[in-house]
């Protein structure tokens, strides 16, 4: 599996963004991807995880209602849209793909056997 992430950028505090992550190679209904963020000096922590049949979702506590993680199956692409962004948003953004099925269960990067390369995300007040 690989994966390709992109859609960030340089925003304003309270703006929308959208990241994308392509998924290609072994079929991918037996995933879970999910979106972690590594913020400068920090680390890398859960954002969002979606299993890809069916769609259960979990999220991160602290970005529940801001942040939303979704999916195109037939585009094998996946999605993190994030509203009203902080500067404390600022960081890379992975997405990653783990075999996993239990959503609950997969918020931890250990769980993920294939990343992307990471997308910047930078929120500016």
């Known amino acids: 599996v690989q994966l390709q992430a992109s859609g960030g950028g340089l925003v304003l505090a309270g703006d929308s963004l959208r990241l994308s992550c392509v998924a290609s190679?072994?079929?991918?209904?037996?995933?879970?991807m999910a979106w972690f963020r590594q913020a400068p000096g920090k680390e890398r922590e859960f954002v969002a995880a979606?299993?890809?049949?069916?769609?259960?979702?979990s999220y991160a506590d602290s970005l529940k209602g801001r942040f939303t993680i979704s999916k195109d199956t037939f585009k094998k692409t996946g999605y993190l849209q994030m509203n009203s962004l902080k500067p404390e948003d600022t960081a890379v953004y992975y997405c990653?793909?783990?075999?996993?099925?239990?959503?609950?269960?997969?918020?931890?990067?250990?769980?993920?056997?294939?990343w992307g390369q990471g997308t910047k995300v930078t929120v500016s007040s």
């Open positions: 990653a793909a783990g075999s996993g099925l239990i959503v609950s269960t997969m918020r931890y990067d250990d769980r993920y056997h294939y």
């Open positions: 190679g072994r079929t991918f209904s037996d995933y879970t």
């Open positions: 979606i299993r890809w049949s069916g769609g259960t979702t």
